[in-house]
């Protein structure tokens, strides 16, 4: 079996759906994700928040720019609706391109998105997209342990729940957040597509979890 090419994750990647598209994250996109950002409610299990950084949503995507050229995240605008507005963040980080893995998080909507096709959509086209393009063998998703809903929403997606990371992260409140850690292989992708696509097909309307 030949060798396979060097994972890339490097910009420019646009991933179109049919609810929305997840574009190059821009200092363009600030007042809109500024705009979509406001309830307090969306932030309660992030580390990286706006009110964190100078400038407030401009010191954030100054930050996660940073990141993407120091190669280890490669964040995306969610555009969504009609007009395709930014109404949110995903992003790819911890990119290992040793071990051809990557994770999936910092995934931010409005609530009133929150139950929409926006958040299982945005994470079909970012898996699709690692494991089909990038052809990584591994993707993983933490999330707060006091996130129950969110716990719930990534095993809805056929996820593994591998364990819990004690005192993982430091939050700037001073909490030290234990991490739920889930992963899908790329045997397992097959699955978890068809799982995702048949999801996405079904009519929408019900309030659901909020997204990690």
């Given at each position: 079996?030949?060798?396979?090419?060097?994972?890339?994750?490097?910009?420019?990647?646009?991933?179109?759906?049919?609810?929305?598209?997840?574009?190059?994250?821009?200092?363009?996109?600030?007042?809109?994700?500024?705009?979509?950002?406001?309830?307090p409610e969306i932030w309660t299990y992030f580390r990286d928040r706006p009110q964190y950084f100078p400038?407030?949503?401009?010191?954030?995507?100054?930050?996660?720019?940073?990141?993407?050229?120091?190669?280890?995240?490669?964040?995306?605008?969610?555009?969504?609706?009609?007009?395709?507005?930014?109404?949110?963040?995903?992003?790819?980080?911890?990119?290992?391109?040793?071990?051809?893995?990557?994770?999936?998080?910092?995934?931010?909507?409005?609530?009133?998105?929150?139950?929409?096709?926006v958040n299982p959509e945005s994470k079909y086209l970012l898996l699709k997209y690692a494991f089909e393009?990038?052809?990584?063998?591994?993707?993983?998703?933490?999330?707060?342990?006091?996130?129950?809903?969110?716990q719930r929403a990534i095993e809805k997606l056929g996820a593994v729940r591998e364990g819990v990371l004690?005192?993982?992260?430091?939050?700037?409140?001073?909490?030290?957040?234990?991490?739920?850690?889930?992963?899908?292989?790329?045997?397992?992708?097959?699955?978890?597509?068809?799982?995702?696509?048949?999801?996405?097909?079904?009519?929408?309307?019900?309030?659901?979890?909020?997204?990690?």
């Open positions: 079996m030949g060798e396979l090419p060097s994972l890339r994750f490097r910009p420019p990647v646009r991933l179109p759906g049919i609810h929305v598209e997840l574009v190059p994250l821009s200092p363009t996109h600030r007042a809109d994700l500024t705009e979509a950002g406001r309830a400038g407030g949503m401009e010191g954030l995507i100054a930050e996660l720019l940073r990141r993407q050229e120091a190669g280890t995240d490669l964040p995306f605008t969610i555009l969504a609706g009609p007009e395709r507005r930014p109404v949110g963040m995903t992003r790819f980080l911890g990119i290992d391109r040793a071990n051809r893995s990557v994770e999936i998080g910092g995934t931010w909507i409005p609530p009133d998105l929150w139950g929409s096709p393009e990038e052809k990584v063998v591994r993707v993983q998703i933490k999330t707060d342990v006091r996130n129950g809903h969110s004690r005192h993982h992260i430091r939050l700037p409140d001073g909490h030290l957040r234990d991490s739920v850690l889930y992963s899908i292989l790329d045997s397992e992708w097959p699955a978890v597509r068809s799982r995702l696509e048949a999801r996405l097909s079904l009519p929408w309307g019900s309030r659901a979890a909020p997204p990690s």
